[in-house]
Protein backbone atom coordinates (compact mmCIF):
# COMPACT_ATOMS: atom_id res chain seq x y z
CA UNK A 1 0.00 0.00 0.00
CA UNK A 2 1.84 3.54 -0.66
CA UNK A 3 0.11 6.91 -0.20
CA UNK A 4 1.20 10.33 -0.71
CA UNK A 5 1.74 12.06 2.15
CA UNK A 6 -1.27 14.07 3.78
CA UNK A 7 -0.95 17.09 5.61
CA UNK A 8 -1.77 16.30 9.42
CA UNK A 9 -1.77 18.60 13.10
CA UNK A 10 -3.49 20.84 14.80
CA UNK A 11 -2.58 23.84 16.51
CA UNK A 12 -6.20 24.73 18.52
CA UNK A 13 -9.06 23.09 19.86
CA UNK A 14 -11.17 25.44 17.51
CA UNK A 15 -9.85 25.60 14.10
CA UNK A 16 -12.25 24.16 11.29
CA UNK A 17 -11.99 20.28 11.93
CA UNK A 18 -10.83 18.27 8.64
CA UNK A 19 -9.61 14.96 10.16
CA UNK A 20 -10.34 12.54 13.10
CA UNK A 21 -10.06 9.40 14.49
CA UNK A 22 -13.02 7.52 16.14
CA UNK A 23 -13.54 4.28 17.66
CA UNK A 24 -16.80 2.60 16.58
CA UNK A 25 -17.87 0.82 19.96
CA UNK A 26 -17.81 -3.37 19.05
CA UNK A 27 -16.95 -6.19 20.49
CA UNK A 28 -14.92 -5.47 23.23
CA UNK A 29 -18.24 -3.58 24.73
CA UNK A 30 -19.46 -7.07 24.80
CA UNK A 31 -16.81 -7.94 27.34
CA UNK A 32 -18.15 -5.91 30.16
CA UNK A 33 -19.84 -7.53 32.92
CA UNK A 34 -21.43 -6.81 36.41
CA UNK A 35 -17.91 -8.39 37.35
CA UNK A 36 -15.37 -6.33 35.89
CA UNK A 37 -17.03 -3.35 34.38
CA UNK A 38 -15.55 -0.76 37.47
CA UNK A 39 -11.91 -2.29 36.60
CA UNK A 40 -12.71 -1.57 32.76
CA UNK A 41 -13.59 2.12 33.91
CA UNK A 42 -17.29 1.48 32.59
CA UNK A 43 -20.22 2.81 34.96
CA UNK A 44 -22.75 0.49 34.13
CA UNK A 45 -23.08 -2.16 31.01
CA UNK A 46 -24.12 -0.54 27.58
CA UNK A 47 -26.54 -1.69 25.00
CA UNK A 48 -24.01 -2.63 22.66
CA UNK A 49 -26.00 -2.30 19.64
CA UNK A 50 -27.57 0.97 20.47
CA UNK A 51 -24.46 2.33 21.66
CA UNK A 52 -23.31 1.69 18.00
CA UNK A 53 -26.46 3.32 16.49
CA UNK A 54 -25.88 6.80 18.72
CA UNK A 55 -21.55 6.38 17.42
CA UNK A 56 -23.16 5.97 13.77
CA UNK A 57 -25.08 9.29 14.34
CA UNK A 58 -22.16 11.12 15.69
CA UNK A 59 -19.53 9.70 12.95
CA UNK A 60 -22.60 11.42 10.24
CA UNK A 61 -22.67 14.57 12.43
CA UNK A 62 -19.05 15.61 12.05
CA UNK A 63 -19.50 14.17 7.94
CA UNK A 64 -22.34 16.31 7.06
CA UNK A 65 -19.77 18.83 7.99
CA UNK A 66 -17.20 18.18 5.74
CA UNK A 67 -15.06 15.89 8.33
CA UNK A 68 -13.05 13.20 7.12
CA UNK A 69 -13.83 10.60 9.43
CA UNK A 70 -11.42 7.78 10.18
CA UNK A 71 -11.67 4.55 12.43
CA UNK A 72 -9.16 3.24 14.35
CA UNK A 73 -9.77 -0.48 13.82
CA UNK A 74 -9.61 0.01 10.22
CA UNK A 75 -6.03 1.61 10.11
CA UNK A 76 -5.04 -0.46 12.40
CA UNK A 77 -5.94 -3.63 10.39
CA UNK A 78 -4.25 -2.00 7.03
CA UNK A 79 -1.65 -1.72 9.28
CA UNK A 80 -1.47 -5.00 10.45
CA UNK A 81 -0.96 -5.76 6.97
CA UNK A 82 2.52 -5.46 7.27
CA UNK A 83 4.48 -8.17 8.61
CA UNK A 84 7.04 -6.07 10.67
CA UNK A 85 3.85 -4.29 12.16
CA UNK A 86 2.33 -7.88 13.09
CA UNK A 87 5.62 -9.08 14.29
CA UNK A 88 5.94 -6.02 16.57
CA UNK A 89 2.07 -5.52 17.67
CA UNK A 90 1.98 -9.31 18.71
CA UNK A 91 6.05 -9.39 20.44
CA UNK A 92 4.60 -5.76 22.35
CA UNK A 93 0.90 -7.37 22.94
CA UNK A 94 2.19 -10.16 24.62
CA UNK A 95 5.10 -9.06 27.09
CA UNK A 96 3.65 -7.52 29.65
CA UNK A 97 0.92 -10.36 30.02
CA UNK A 98 1.58 -12.71 32.90
CA UNK A 99 0.65 -15.99 30.73
CA UNK A 100 3.36 -18.00 31.24
CA UNK A 101 5.62 -19.75 28.72
CA UNK A 102 3.17 -22.13 27.44
CA UNK A 103 0.33 -19.88 27.12
CA UNK A 104 2.33 -17.17 25.29
CA UNK A 105 4.58 -19.61 22.95
CA UNK A 106 0.94 -21.19 21.98
CA UNK A 107 -0.92 -17.65 21.51
CA UNK A 108 2.29 -15.82 19.70
CA UNK A 109 2.20 -18.91 16.96
CA UNK A 110 -1.57 -18.65 16.86
CA UNK A 111 -1.58 -14.38 16.62
CA UNK A 112 0.71 -14.99 13.83
CA UNK A 113 -1.46 -17.21 12.44
CA UNK A 114 -4.04 -14.62 12.44
CA UNK A 115 -5.91 -12.20 9.19
CA UNK A 116 -5.27 -9.08 10.13
CA UNK A 117 -8.96 -8.04 11.15
CA UNK A 118 -8.79 -11.40 13.49
CA UNK A 119 -5.30 -9.98 14.76
CA UNK A 120 -6.96 -6.52 15.33
CA UNK A 121 -10.18 -8.39 17.02
CA UNK A 122 -8.04 -10.23 19.71
CA UNK A 123 -5.88 -7.31 20.02
CA UNK A 124 -8.77 -5.05 21.15
CA UNK A 125 -11.58 -7.46 22.19
CA UNK A 126 -9.24 -9.73 23.94
CA UNK A 127 -8.83 -13.07 24.14
CA UNK A 128 -10.98 -15.51 26.87
CA UNK A 129 -9.72 -18.55 28.78
CA UNK A 130 -12.02 -21.05 26.90
CA UNK A 131 -11.70 -19.49 23.61
CA UNK A 132 -8.54 -21.20 22.94
CA UNK A 133 -7.71 -23.94 21.22
CA UNK A 134 -4.48 -25.25 22.33
CA UNK A 135 -1.44 -23.72 24.73
CA UNK A 136 -2.91 -26.06 27.66
CA UNK A 137 -1.51 -26.07 30.89
CA UNK A 138 -1.25 -24.71 34.27
CA UNK A 139 -2.69 -21.66 33.23
CA UNK A 140 -5.47 -22.78 31.53
CA UNK A 141 -6.35 -25.28 34.34
CA UNK A 142 -6.09 -22.92 37.16
CA UNK A 143 -7.55 -19.92 35.15
CA UNK A 144 -11.25 -19.79 35.44
CA UNK A 145 -13.03 -20.29 31.78
CA UNK A 146 -14.20 -16.51 31.01
CA UNK A 147 -10.97 -15.18 32.76
CA UNK A 148 -9.06 -12.94 29.78
CA UNK A 149 -5.67 -13.91 29.00
CA UNK A 150 -5.60 -10.81 26.99
CA UNK A 151 -7.74 -8.38 28.07
CA UNK A 152 -10.43 -6.25 26.21
CA UNK A 153 -10.03 -2.34 25.97
CA UNK A 154 -13.65 -1.12 25.84
CA UNK A 155 -12.06 2.57 26.70
CA UNK A 156 -10.66 2.68 23.13
CA UNK A 157 -13.94 4.38 22.07
CA UNK A 158 -12.37 7.42 24.08
CA UNK A 159 -9.90 8.43 21.03
CA UNK A 160 -8.72 11.68 22.98
CA UNK A 161 -6.87 10.15 25.77
CA UNK A 162 -4.23 7.62 23.53
CA UNK A 163 -2.74 10.30 21.19
CA UNK A 164 -2.56 14.50 20.94
CA UNK A 165 -1.44 16.01 17.87
CA UNK A 166 0.56 19.18 18.56
CA UNK A 167 1.16 21.17 15.77
CA UNK A 168 2.29 18.61 12.80
CA UNK A 169 3.36 16.42 15.70
CA UNK A 170 1.62 13.72 17.71
CA UNK A 171 2.10 12.92 21.30
CA UNK A 172 1.83 9.20 21.94
CA UNK A 173 0.45 9.29 25.02
CA UNK A 174 1.30 7.33 28.25
CA UNK A 175 -2.19 6.01 30.13
CA UNK A 176 -1.98 5.86 33.73
CA UNK A 177 -4.77 2.93 34.27
CA UNK A 178 -3.66 -0.36 34.31
CA UNK A 179 -7.47 -1.11 31.71
CA UNK A 180 -5.97 1.05 29.31
CA UNK A 181 -2.13 0.94 29.14
CA UNK A 182 -2.01 -1.20 25.67
CA UNK A 183 -4.14 1.25 23.81
CA UNK A 184 -0.92 3.15 23.19
CA UNK A 185 0.61 0.14 21.74
CA UNK A 186 -1.62 0.37 19.32
CA UNK A 187 -2.00 4.26 18.58
CA UNK A 188 1.71 3.98 18.37
CA UNK A 189 1.97 1.28 16.01
CA UNK A 190 -0.35 3.04 13.38
CA UNK A 191 1.53 6.11 13.64
CA UNK A 192 4.57 4.48 13.16
CA UNK A 193 3.62 1.82 10.03
CA UNK A 194 0.63 3.02 8.58
CA UNK A 195 1.21 4.45 5.24
CA UNK A 196 -1.06 7.47 5.78
CA UNK A 197 1.16 8.56 9.05
CA UNK A 198 4.45 7.41 7.79
CA UNK A 199 7.64 9.95 8.52
CA UNK A 200 4.97 11.31 11.18
CA UNK A 201 7.55 12.88 14.28
CA UNK A 202 6.58 11.67 17.50
CA UNK A 203 6.97 13.20 20.94
CA UNK A 204 6.62 11.25 24.26
CA UNK A 205 5.27 8.02 24.27
CA UNK A 206 3.78 5.03 26.11
CA UNK A 207 6.99 4.30 28.33
CA UNK A 208 6.99 7.35 29.64
CA UNK A 209 5.69 9.20 32.49
CA UNK A 210 1.45 9.47 32.31
CA UNK A 211 0.16 12.26 30.11
CA UNK A 212 -3.36 11.12 28.82
CA UNK A 213 -4.79 13.01 25.90
CA UNK A 214 -7.86 14.40 27.75
CA UNK A 215 -5.75 16.42 30.00
CA UNK A 216 -4.17 18.14 26.72
CA UNK A 217 -5.66 21.24 25.87
CA UNK A 218 -4.48 23.28 22.59
CA UNK A 219 -5.67 26.88 24.43
CA UNK A 220 -4.12 29.05 21.14
CA UNK A 221 -0.97 28.28 19.09
CA UNK A 222 2.01 27.80 21.15
CA UNK A 223 -0.40 27.83 24.24
CA UNK A 224 -1.12 24.43 25.91
CA UNK A 225 -3.34 23.17 29.38
CA UNK A 226 -2.51 20.39 31.09
CA UNK A 227 -4.55 18.95 33.95
CA UNK A 228 -2.83 17.19 36.32
CA UNK A 229 -4.77 14.92 38.79
CA UNK A 230 -6.18 11.31 38.62
CA UNK A 231 -4.19 10.56 35.52
CA UNK A 232 -1.41 12.98 34.17
CA UNK A 233 1.33 13.38 36.55
CA UNK A 234 3.49 16.37 37.60
CA UNK A 235 6.04 14.86 35.85
CA UNK A 236 4.61 13.87 32.81
CA UNK A 237 3.34 17.35 32.15
CA UNK A 238 6.94 18.72 32.72
CA UNK A 239 7.97 15.75 30.26
CA UNK A 240 5.86 16.90 27.76
CA UNK A 241 6.51 20.70 28.41
CA UNK A 242 10.30 19.92 27.58
CA UNK A 243 9.39 18.10 24.36
CA UNK A 244 6.98 20.70 22.78
CA UNK A 245 9.49 23.58 23.50
CA UNK A 246 12.49 21.80 21.96
CA UNK A 247 10.60 21.17 19.50
CA UNK A 248 8.97 24.74 19.25
CA UNK A 249 5.71 23.17 19.53
CA UNK A 250 4.43 25.57 22.08
CA UNK A 251 5.55 28.96 23.96
CA UNK A 252 3.67 28.40 26.96
CA UNK A 253 2.56 25.32 28.76
CA UNK A 254 -0.21 25.43 31.73
CA UNK A 255 -0.18 23.08 34.58
CA UNK A 256 -3.30 23.01 35.87
CA UNK A 257 -4.06 20.81 39.08
CA UNK A 258 -7.62 18.98 38.74
CA UNK A 259 -8.99 17.12 41.81
CA UNK A 260 -7.81 13.65 41.67
CA UNK A 261 -11.67 11.85 41.45
CA UNK A 262 -13.62 10.11 38.83
CA UNK A 263 -15.88 13.18 38.21
CA UNK A 264 -13.01 15.04 36.76
CA UNK A 265 -10.47 12.79 35.46
CA UNK A 266 -9.52 14.63 32.62
CA UNK A 267 -9.17 18.60 32.28
CA UNK A 268 -11.64 17.89 29.40
CA UNK A 269 -14.13 16.58 31.51
CA UNK A 270 -14.48 20.47 33.25
CA UNK A 271 -13.45 22.43 30.60
CA UNK A 272 -13.64 22.49 26.59
CA UNK A 273 -13.27 25.01 24.34
CA UNK A 274 -15.62 26.41 21.86
CA UNK A 275 -14.54 29.39 20.49
CA UNK A 276 -10.94 31.29 20.06
CA UNK A 277 -11.79 33.01 23.59
CA UNK A 278 -14.45 31.30 24.91
CA UNK A 279 -14.59 27.82 27.15
CA UNK A 280 -17.58 26.24 29.09
CA UNK A 281 -16.46 25.30 31.97
CA UNK A 282 -17.87 23.59 35.32
CA UNK A 283 -19.01 26.43 37.34
CA UNK A 284 -18.13 24.35 40.73
CA UNK A 285 -14.74 24.08 39.81
CA UNK A 286 -14.51 27.93 38.05
CA UNK A 287 -13.31 29.83 41.01
CA UNK A 288 -10.69 27.26 42.40
CA UNK A 289 -9.07 26.25 39.04
CA UNK A 290 -5.88 27.59 39.01
CA UNK A 291 -2.81 27.49 36.59
CA UNK A 292 1.37 27.15 37.18
CA UNK A 293 2.42 28.92 33.59
CA UNK A 294 5.66 27.06 32.38
CA UNK A 295 8.07 28.75 29.87
CA UNK A 296 11.46 28.24 28.89
CA UNK A 297 14.07 30.40 30.66
CA UNK A 298 17.32 28.68 29.06
CA UNK A 299 17.64 26.53 25.93
CA UNK A 300 19.81 23.44 25.86
CA UNK A 301 21.09 21.40 22.57
CA UNK A 302 18.34 18.43 24.36
CA UNK A 303 15.42 18.54 25.39
CA UNK A 304 16.27 17.13 28.77
CA UNK A 305 19.00 20.47 28.99
CA UNK A 306 15.86 22.97 29.18
CA UNK A 307 15.80 25.46 31.92
CA UNK A 308 12.01 25.94 32.55
CA UNK A 309 10.68 28.54 34.41
CA UNK A 310 7.40 28.21 36.29
CA UNK A 311 5.30 31.26 37.45
CA UNK A 312 3.76 31.34 40.80
CA UNK A 313 -0.03 29.85 40.48
CA UNK A 314 -2.94 31.79 39.14
CA UNK A 315 -6.46 32.06 38.49
CA UNK A 316 -6.30 29.27 35.40
CA UNK A 317 -8.69 31.97 33.23
CA UNK A 318 -6.12 34.86 33.89
CA UNK A 319 -3.05 32.59 33.09
CA UNK A 320 -4.59 31.54 30.25
CA UNK A 321 -5.77 34.69 29.06
CA UNK A 322 -2.36 36.36 29.71
CA UNK A 323 -0.35 33.25 27.73
CA UNK A 324 -2.93 33.45 24.74
CA UNK A 325 -2.50 36.99 24.81
CA UNK A 326 -5.78 37.96 24.90
CA UNK A 327 -8.18 40.23 27.09
CA UNK A 328 -10.20 37.54 28.60
CA UNK A 329 -10.96 33.94 28.11
CA UNK A 330 -14.90 34.12 28.49
CA UNK A 331 -16.10 31.34 30.30
CA UNK A 332 -19.61 29.77 29.70
CA UNK A 333 -20.60 27.99 32.28
CA UNK A 334 -22.66 24.71 32.79
CA UNK A 335 -25.32 26.03 34.68
CA UNK A 336 -25.30 28.62 37.72
CA UNK A 337 -27.55 25.82 40.21
CA UNK A 338 -24.44 24.16 41.72
CA UNK A 339 -26.70 20.68 41.63
CA UNK A 340 -27.57 20.88 37.82
CA UNK A 341 -24.30 21.88 37.37
CA UNK A 342 -22.96 18.60 38.71
CA UNK A 343 -25.48 16.53 36.91
CA UNK A 344 -24.62 18.11 33.22
CA UNK A 345 -20.89 17.78 34.66
CA UNK A 346 -21.33 14.31 35.10
CA UNK A 347 -22.95 13.75 31.87
CA UNK A 348 -20.30 15.44 30.15
CA UNK A 349 -22.12 18.66 29.58
CA UNK A 350 -18.40 20.42 29.37
CA UNK A 351 -17.09 17.84 27.31
CA UNK A 352 -17.68 19.16 23.80
CA UNK A 353 -15.78 18.55 20.74
CA UNK A 354 -15.32 21.83 18.23
CA UNK A 355 -15.80 21.72 14.35
CA UNK A 356 -15.09 24.91 14.01
CA UNK A 357 -14.69 28.88 16.05
CA UNK A 358 -18.59 28.90 17.49
CA UNK A 359 -19.31 25.27 16.42
CA UNK A 360 -19.47 22.29 18.77
CA UNK A 361 -21.24 18.53 19.17
CA UNK A 362 -22.73 18.31 22.52
CA UNK A 363 -24.90 15.30 23.81
CA UNK A 364 -28.54 16.22 24.01
CA UNK A 365 -29.10 15.53 27.57
CA UNK A 366 -27.13 18.47 28.89
CA UNK A 367 -29.87 20.83 28.42
CA UNK A 368 -28.95 24.21 30.56
CA UNK A 369 -25.24 23.86 29.34
CA UNK A 370 -26.56 23.69 25.52
CA UNK A 371 -29.09 26.32 25.92
CA UNK A 372 -26.14 28.26 27.90
CA UNK A 373 -24.13 27.68 25.28
CA UNK A 374 -26.44 29.08 22.75
CA UNK A 375 -27.20 32.12 24.18
CA UNK A 376 -23.72 32.73 24.21
CA UNK A 377 -23.49 32.66 20.29
CA UNK A 378 -22.36 28.78 20.58
CA UNK A 379 -23.79 26.68 17.55
CA UNK A 380 -25.03 23.08 19.58
CA UNK A 381 -24.80 20.17 17.68
CA UNK A 382 -26.65 17.28 19.54
CA UNK A 383 -26.16 13.85 19.65
CA UNK A 384 -27.24 11.19 21.82
CA UNK A 385 -25.41 9.72 24.27
CA UNK A 386 -27.25 7.35 26.75
CA UNK A 387 -25.22 4.35 25.70
CA UNK A 388 -22.41 5.80 25.22
CA UNK A 389 -22.04 8.31 28.07
CA UNK A 390 -21.83 4.86 30.37
CA UNK A 391 -17.86 4.92 29.52
CA UNK A 392 -18.29 8.19 31.38
CA UNK A 393 -17.22 10.56 28.06
CA UNK A 394 -18.45 12.61 25.72
CA UNK A 395 -17.74 14.29 22.18
CA UNK A 396 -14.26 15.49 22.89
CA UNK A 397 -13.36 12.11 24.69
CA UNK A 398 -14.58 10.14 21.40
CA UNK A 399 -12.96 11.79 19.15
CA UNK A 400 -9.12 12.37 18.31
CA UNK A 401 -8.39 15.46 15.87
CA UNK A 402 -5.81 14.44 13.39
CA UNK A 403 -6.09 17.37 11.15
CA UNK A 404 -7.50 20.62 12.06
CA UNK A 405 -7.28 24.22 9.89
CA UNK A 406 -4.63 26.68 11.37
CA UNK A 407 -6.15 29.36 13.29
CA UNK A 408 -5.96 32.82 10.78
CA UNK A 409 -2.80 35.02 11.85
CA UNK A 410 -4.14 38.44 12.56
N1 LIG B 1 -10.98 12.50 27.93
C1 LIG B 1 -11.84 11.83 28.69
O1 LIG B 1 -12.35 12.35 29.67
N2 LIG B 1 -12.01 10.55 28.41
C2 LIG B 1 -12.96 9.71 29.04
C3 LIG B 1 -12.36 8.43 29.45
C4 LIG B 1 -13.37 7.51 30.11
C5 LIG B 1 -12.79 6.15 30.44
N3 LIG B 1 -13.83 5.27 30.91
C6 LIG B 1 -11.71 6.25 31.49
O2 LIG B 1 -12.02 6.14 32.67
O3 LIG B 1 -10.54 6.42 31.15
Not at 17 to 43: A, C, I, S, W, Y
Amino acid sequence: MTQTSIPHGADSEVGTLQTVMLHRPGPELKRLTPRNNDKLLFDGIPWVARAQEEHDAFAEALRARNVEVLYLTDLLTETLASPDARNHAITTGLAGLHLGDTMRTYLAHALRDASPEELTGYLTAGIRNDEVRGGFGLVTSLFASDDFLIDPLPNLLFTRDSSVWIQDRVAITSLAMPARSRETQLTELIYTEHPRFRGTRKIHGWHHEHVEGGDVLLLAPGVIAVGVGERTTPAGVERLARQVFHADLAHTVLAVPIAQERATMHLDTVCTMVDVDKIVMYPNVADSLRAYAVTVADRGERDTDLVLDVADAEPFLVAAAKAMEIDTLHQIDTGLDPVTAEREQWDDGNNTLALAPRVAVAYERNDETNDRLEEAGIEVVRIAGSELGSGRGGPRCMSCPIAREPLPVD
